[in-house]
């Protein structure tokens, strides 16, 4: 079994340990917040006797990996501390603010003979696959709008006066960050890279966007992808092809997926059932990846992460 700690205190992590446990293949043996008072409760609240709240000191530890979903901005400088300790990372979406920190990433992830995955939990789910494969059946694609509208709880904080990490520049906060990148990774993942890219942001009067329209246009068809922190999505998502249309009622988890067959006029339901809690699906491949030592896995998630990036790093520079 693996070993690992966790770096962050916020829901998602206790989410993470959570499908960690329910594999069974890796056990949580320590935690990080920056605060005594956080680590302590975190570590209490999951049953784990060693809390830290100095990062080198946790590292020294004889740990597999490490899970980070810490802000944004934190990502890039705790993933490097963790690999020169030949950790492997697991680090929550995004991964990195821009091409040139991938590249320092791989490089040292090379160096240092370990693995790092960025957190599209979207990616590794049952029905997410049967989408994929599903793809060839609507015929050549001439469209698809793909939605990640989510009202944020936070946003009323910032509307009070208050400064959520997801709403600041400081911590590189946003939509199209936080959200946007759900439906762009998996563009990218469906259909490869994009000749071109707009983002049309609405920004909030610090400048974050709390909303915004991102077009990726490929040689025979645009992509639409619709991000939101400041209201409610209620439509689903479509892939349009000449023979046919995909319909999925989210991005992430995915639990419907409707086929309109354009010619007979009928809908299809394809998806499957799967655990409620889809993280589960991304701890299970992250831990078989550094456990089986697959290269061309590992391999493959990264050149998706640096072209996410590479992208989202264009468009952010642009809208700025």
């Known amino acids: 079994m693996k070993t690992y700690s966790t770096i962050g205190t916020g829901w998602i992590v206790s989410s993470f340990i959570e499908a960690v446990n329910k594999t069974e293949k890796a056990e949580l043996v320590s935690v990080y917040s920056r605060t005594e008072e956080k680590a302590k409760q975190f570590a209490a609240e999951h049953d784990v006797q060693s809390w830290y709240t100095d990062i080198d000191e946790m590292l020294k530890e004889d740990t597999d990996f490490i899970y980070i979903a810490s802000p944004n901005i934190l990502h890039f400088e705790q993933m490097v501390k963790a690999i020169k300790q030949k950790k492997h990372?697991?680090?929550?979406?995004?991964?990195v603010l821009s091409e040139t920190q991938w590249k320092d990433i791989s490089r040292l992830a090379a160096e240092y003979d370990v693995f790092v995955l960025e957190g599209f939990r979207h990616l590794y789910t049952p029905n997410y696959?049967?989408?994929?494969?599903?793809?060839?059946?609507i015929g050549p694609v001439r469209s698809a709008v793909l939605?990640?509208?989510?009202?944020?709880?936070?946003?009323?904080?910032?509307?009070?006066?208050?400064?959520?990490?997801?709403?600041?520049k400081e911590f590189a906060g946003g939509s199209l960050?936080?959200?946007?990148?759900?439906?762009?990774?998996?563009?990218?993942?469906?259909?490869?890279?994009?000749?071109?890219?707009?983002?049309?942001?609405?920004?909030?009067?610090?400048?974050?966007?709390?909303?915004?329209t991102l077009v990726l246009t490929y040689e025979d068809f645009v992509i639409t992808i619709l991000c939101s922190k400041i209201a409610q999505g209620l439509i689903p998502s479509e892939i349009h092809g000449e023979a046919g249309t995909l319909t999925v009622d989210h991005i992430a988890p995915i639990s419907r997926i409707t086929y309109y067959d354009r010619k007979a006029k009928q809908n299809h339901e394809w998806a499957e059932e799967q655990h409620e809690m889809d993280m589960i699906y991304e701890a299970e491949e992250f831990i078989r990846m550094i456990t089986e030592n697959d290269v061309e896995s590992y391999e493959k998630s990264m050149e998706r992460s640096r072209l996410v990036v590479k992208w989202l790093d264009r468009v952010r520079g642009e809208s700025n």
Do not use: H, W
């Open 129 to 137: 696959q049967k989408l994929k494969e599903s793809i060839p059946q």
């Open 177 to 212: 960050m936080d959200l946007g990148v759900y439906p762009l990774s998996m563009a990218i993942d469906l259909f490869g890279e994009p000749e071109g890219i707009q983002y049309f942001p609405v920004q909030l009067k610090n400048g974050v966007d709390g909303s915004g």
């Open 89 to 95: 990372v697991f680090c929550e979406k995004p991964m």
């Open 147 to 168: 939605q990640y509208i989510q009202y944020s709880s936070r946003y009323d904080k910032y509307k009070e006066g208050f400064k959520p990490n997801v709403f600041t």
